[in-house]
Antibody, heavy 120, light 109 residues
Framework: QVQLQESGPGLVKPSQTLSLTCTVS??????????WSWIRQPAGKGLEWIGR???????NYNPSLKSRVAISVDTSKTQFSLKVSSVTAADTAVYYC????????????WGQGTLVTVSS | QSALTQPASVSGSPGQSITISCTGT?????????VSWYQQHPGKAPKLIIY???KRPSGVSNRFSGSKSGNTASLTISGLQAEDEADYYC?????????FGGGTKLTVL
C-alpha cells in the first residue's frame, strides 16, 4: 500500500519561501508509471493543481504559479519537494502531495495534507 | 487556465440518483478521455472514484458512474446513501497540465 506524507513548516512569513517535502513509502518513486504531484486547497475552497515531476526530473507547472514554483525529486530518499517563493496570504492552504498515474492521468494516492499558513 | 465548471451544490434523498456535471473546453475535457472524479469528506484528503471518464478503481461502489459528451463530463451516483454526502471534484488533463473543477457539495436530504 503506497503512502505519502507531507512535512514542513506550518507557518511561513510573507515574501519568504514555502518549502514542503513528501516522503513516499510502499512503492518506488523511480517507477516510470507515475508523476509525483502537489495540489493545494485554501480553507473552504476547491482544489488547485500546483504541478508535478516525473522520475526523470521533468516538470509541469500550473501556468498561474509557474514563476514562483519549483518541484524536485530525490529518488535516493524516496522524497519529492515543493518550493513556492514570494508567498502571500493567498498561498495559505492545505497542501497535498499525491501520486499521479502517467498513463491515464489521474491521482490514485494522496497524502493526508498539511496546513501552511502565511502570516507575519 | 480556468477551472472546470461544476454546480456549487446538488441534493437528493436516500435511494435517489443524482448527476453532477463538469464542463470544460475543447482543450481539456473535450479533447482527452482523461477525466477523473474525486470524493472529499470534510477534513479528509480526496479519494479517486472515477478515472478515464468512466472507469472505477477497485473497491469503489458500482453506484458511482461516469460519462462524457463533448466538453461536458458527468458523474452519476445512484441509490444515494448518507455516506455519499461530500464534496466532489472533477479533473481533466490538458496539455502538460491538469485542471480541477470548482467542486460540488452533495447534500443527502
Amino acid at each position: 500500500q503506497v503512502q505519502l506524507q507531507e512535512s514542513g513548516p506550518g507557518l511561513v512569513k510573507p515574501s519568504q519561501t514555502l518549502s514542503l517535502t513528501c516522503t513516499v513509502s510502499g512503492g518506488s518513486i523511480s517507477s516510470g508509471n507515475y508523476y509525483w504531484s502537489w495540489i493545494r486547497q485554501p480553507a473552504g475552497k476547491g482544489l488547485e493543481w500546483i504541478g508535478r515531476i516525473y522520475t526523470t526530473g521533468s516538470t509541469n507547472y500550473n501556468p498561474s504559479l509557474k514563476s514562483r514554483v519549483a518541484i524536485s525529486v530525490d529518488t535516493s530518499k524516496t522524497q519529492f519537494s515543493l518550493k513556492v517563493s514570494s508567498v502571500t496570504a493567498a498561498d495559505t492552504a492545505v497542501y497535498y502531495c499525491a501520486r499521479d498515474v502517467a498513463y491515464g492521468d489521474y491521482i490514485d494516492y494522496w497524502g493526508q495534507g498539511t496546513l501552511v499558513t502565511v502570516s507575519s | 487556465q480556468s477551472a472546470l465548471t461544476q454546480p456549487a451544490s446538488v441534493s437528493g434523498s436516500p435511494g435517489q440518483s443524482i448527476t453532477i456535471s463538469c464542463t470544460g473546453t475543447s482543450s481539456d475535457v473535450g479533447d482527452y478521455n482523461y477525466v477523473s472524479w474525486y470524493q472529499q469528506h470534510p477534513g479528509k484528503a480526496p479519494k479517486l472514484i472515477i478515472y478515464d471518464v468512466a472507469k472505477r478503481p477497485s473497491g469503489v461502489s458500482n453506484r458511482f458512474s461516469g460519462s462524457k459528451s463533448g466538453n461536458t463530463a458527468s458523474l452519476t451516483i445512484s441509490g444515494l446513501q448518507a455516506e455519499d454526502e461530500a464534496d466532489y471534484y472533477c479533473s481533466s488533463y490538458t496539455t502538460s497540465s491538469r485542471i480541477f473543477g470548482g467542486g460540488t457539495k452533495l447534500t443527502v436530504l
